[in-house]
């Protein structure tokens, strides 16, 4: 689930969103603008020509209200307010975890790019270079990570274009990622322990964004996933187990919608990124529901990584760069030990209300067989980018899952908490890819409920 691979519509069609790309790129400049003062008025907005204003939001005559509700109260199935949600996320996670993925422990994952899908033909087509991954070259990592898959030389084309504007820190030895454990996840299908057919991509390098993956390929994802994986009425369902199983789902899904609408190709001709508005509201923001789902896997996510505080506080972020290093831990820590945290929301998701009932250890064992089929869904995702994004993201969901419901953390002599290093790395940035979904909803939000 890491791009519009997994977009449940499936990008049908880019008809409606035509009249928009013409202004491409002064609409982008415009709305990356607005964007960054939230708090500002509808003012700035209504001084626009009309011209623009259509093309940001659609018009009155539309068959939507275009109006973005505000969510107050408890997250439903969590412990913590959207007022307080917002106000931890804005404050300390935000900031910290956007440093955090930066460092070189946490830019690097390692996933099977070249895997057969389990399920049907791999006839995806993607017809962009942007589908593709820049993979890491030989000379990045030390010689034990070496006889990988051929890669793309860092001098290719495709990685350049993908290369961010600040060098890339290179100073990795042989101490990168040693001493980690190589333990298989029970609620994923990728077998991490073996390496052979696993190879390193850096993330800064391949952003999570749109890349033009259309078709029934890109439909059909999403439709196994909630049709054949997803339990019927899973967003009202009685059965909290199967409503937390659903919403996860959901919430993934709007926040992997936030990052292809915000990460937009207006005009390919000149390589032009910039947020589409309209395309935004018609996948997240028109439906309260998803943005409610999105909160509550926040959460979600944020309660495995502070049940798990006393073994990510002591892991080995060791990549052979001292400076870097010492502030990778600093940047954990900052997050495991809020006092700010600790006192607004102690405990963001109760884990302990699962699996109570008569029949829980079934039901536990009949989600995690769904959610390794939805994890083996990944193999059949047609686009190489959207591939990684999406066993990163599973990945991420599948450790958050382990770490509540396959180990005890309370009982580390009979039981540990084990996590392999790709683990770790795939928990931080899901939530941190879920964190920055929250900000894009109150920034765009205001352009779209203006009018």
């Keep these: 689930m890491g791009a519009e691979a997994m977009e449940k519509e499936g990008m049908k069609s880019a008809s409606g969103s035509r009249a928009w790309l013409r202004n491409g790129i002064i609409l982008s400049a415009l709305v990356t603008l607005l964007a960054v003062s939230v708090a500002g008025t509808r003012g700035p907005l209504l001084l626009l020509p009309s011209f623009f204003r259509s093309s940001i939001i659609p018009s009155k005559e539309s068959s939507c209200t275009c109006q973005v509700q505000k969510l107050k109260g408890v997250v439903e199935d969590c412990c913590c307010d959207y007022e307080t949600v917002d106000a931890i996320n804005n404050e300390l996670l935000h900031p910290v975890l956007q440093q955090l993925v930066k460092k070189p422990f946490f830019r690097y994952f390692k996933a099977k790019l070249?895997?057969?899908?389990?399920?049907?033909?791999?006839?995806?087509?993607?017809?962009?270079?942007?589908?593709?991954?820049?993979?890491?070259?030989?000379s990045e990592f030390?010689?034990?990570?070496?006889?990988?898959?051929k890669q793309l030389s860092f001098e290719d084309p495709k990685c350049q274009e993908g290369k961010p504007e600040a060098a890339v820190d290179r100073t990795l030895d042989r101490k990168v990622f040693h001493g980690w454990s190589e333990v298989d996840n029970p609620w994923t299908y990728d077998d991490e322990t073996d390496?052979?057919?696993?190879?390193?991509?850096?993330?800064l390098l391949n952003?999570?964004?749109y890349t033009g993956y259309t078709g029934t390929s890109a439909q059909r994802i999403w439709k196994a996933i909630y049709e054949e994986n997803c339990f019927k009425d899973g967003q009202n369902d009685s059965c909290t187990e199967r409503r937390v199983f659903y919403k996860l789902i959901s919430g993934l899904h709007a926040s992997i919608s936030t990052h292809i609408a915000v990460e937009y190709l207006l005009d390919e001709q000149?390589?032009?990124?910039?947020?589409?508005?309209?395309l935004f509201y018609e996948r997240v923001l028109k439906f309260p529901e998803r943005v409610q789902n999105l909160y509550f896997t926040y959460l979600f996510i944020l309660r495995a990584v502070t049940k798990a505080a006393d073994f990510l506080s002591q892991a080995d972020y060791n990549t052979g760069n001292d400076i870097e290093d010492n502030e990778t831990l600093s940047l954990i820590l900052k997050i495991l030990r809020s006092k700010t945290l600790q006192e607004a929301c102690p405990m963001p998701f109760d884990e302990a209300q699962m699996w109570r009932g008569a029949d829980g250890i079934q039901l536990k064992t009949q989600i995690q067989q769904h959610f390794r089929k939805i994890s083996a869904l990944m193999d059949c995702v047609g686009c190489e980018k959207c591939r990684l994004w999406g066993k990163l993201q599973i990945l991420g969901l599948g450790t958050a899952l382990k770490i509540l419901f396959s180990v005890d953390v309370s009982d580390s002599h009979t039981n540990p908490l084990d996590l392999q290093h790709n683990e770790v790395i795939a928990l931080i940035n899901l939530?941190?890819?879920?964190?920055?979904?929250?900000?894009?909803?109150?920034?765009?939000?205001?352009?779209?409920?203006v009018l």
């Design 207 to 209: 952003p999570e964004r």
């Design 195 to 203: 390496n052979g057919q696993m190879t390193y991509v850096n993330l």
């Design 270 to 278: 000149s390589n032009h990124w910039g947020p589409n508005i309209p």
């Design 142 to 149: 030390p010689e034990m990570f070496k006889g990988l898959p």
């Design 114 to 138: 070249w895997c057969d899908c389990p399920f049907w033909p791999d006839d995806g087509m993607c017809h962009m270079r942007d589908c593709s991954v820049c993979e890491c070259p030989d």
């Design 431 to 449: 939530l941190s890819r879920l964190s920055e979904s929250l900000q894009y909803i109150h920034k765009m939000s205001p352009l779209v409920d």
